[in-house]
């Protein structure tokens, strides 16, 4: 059997690279890639077991269900969209596709509950991302990283403002397959190496340097179903807006300066993840030997 990871042909964010290096961790070898948002086209001509982590509602009709030759392994899967792209998933052909191929392991407990409601047999696993290993030690000159936060448009004390480094996750999607993994490889050696502290509002920095044992602070909504899995770990969410606008910008920034702000913990201290993480390995490679795959 094959063994193949996802790859992203038209998308910017380097999250989903880091997700699938995340799940490269766990297989003994990568034969290749398959294009997430065009699954359902990949028809294979020899067996070819697939890694299935991640967000699958940009594109769900040209993702679901999977072609012919794909054996699914769904662990931290995650489906919500627009309600008419999450729809998708509860349509009859990828139903019955999710009762062949259960138990389906997932990212949220949102998209676990919403498949057992629907009759598929689904369980929370967490996100992969939360395995990397953890750093041996904090480097001695660490420094604030910010990442996706608009300084303009969010109040951050003048002490982590001063020689921060700015990074943003956002990709051209015109960066081949191999460009954009190396890309996300380079960014979390980055982050390990240097990072006293990062400031975020992508899940996916949030969670991987939560498991190299970063300090975080996350800014975001706490109402997105996407965020749950940060606060089930321990990671408060802080309510976060981005306006257009300079007067918005500004006013709003005033508004968390005094408002929120002040119940930010500037100096968190690093979360403790290993038993957790042990707990992800062990059900993935359950999965997997189940499969005839040891990691």
Avoid at 191 to 197: E, G, I, M
Avoid at 199 to 228: E, K, N, Q, Y
């Amino acid at each position: 059997m094959r063994l193949a990871v996802l790859k992203y042909d038209n998308n910017g964010n380097i999250g989903d690279e880091i997700q699938t290096l995340a799940a490269e961790q766990f297989l003994p070898r990568v034969d290749l890639r398959l294009d997430r948002d065009s699954l359902a086209g990949a028809r294979q001509s020899e067996p070819t077991l697939l890694l299935m982590n991640g967000w699958f509602a940009k594109n769900p009709r040209g993702s679901f269900p999977p072609a012919e030759g794909i054996d699914p392994v769904f662990f931290s899967f995650h489906i919500a969209g627009s309600p008419k792209d999450a729809a998708h998933f509860f349509s009859a052909p990828c139903l019955e596709y999710f009762r062949r191929h259960q138990p389906v392991g997932c990212r949220d407990k949102d998209t676990a509950e919403r498949l057992r409601a629907a009759g598929v047999e689904a369980y929370y696993t967490k996100c992969l991302t939360l395995t990397f290993p953890r750093r041996p030690a904090a480097p001695r000159n660490g420094r604030v990283f910010i990442v996706d936060v608009d300084a303009s448009n969010v109040y951050l004390p003048r002490e982590l403002r001063r020689g921060a480094v700015v990074v943003t996750h956002r990709l051209s999607d015109l960066y081949d397959d191999e460009l954009k993994s190396m890309m996300a490889r380079k960014t979390l050696e980055l982050y390990r190496n240097q990072a006293r502290l990062v400031i975020t509002s992508r899940v996916h920095c949030a969670l991987p340097c939560s498991a190299m044992g970063i300090p975080v602070v996350f800014l975001g909504d706490p109402r997105d179903v996407r965020m749950s899995v940060l606060e089930d770990i321990g990671i408060k969410i802080h309510p976060y807006r981005k306006f257009k606008g300079v007067l918005r910008r500004y006013f709003y920034r005033q508004y968390f300066k005094i408002f929120r702000a002040s119940g930010i913990d500037w100096n968190p201290k690093p979360l403790d993840l290993e038993e957790e993480k042990s707990r992800i390995v062990s059900a993935l490679r359950k999965v997997l030997k189940e499969k005839g795959i040891e990691s």
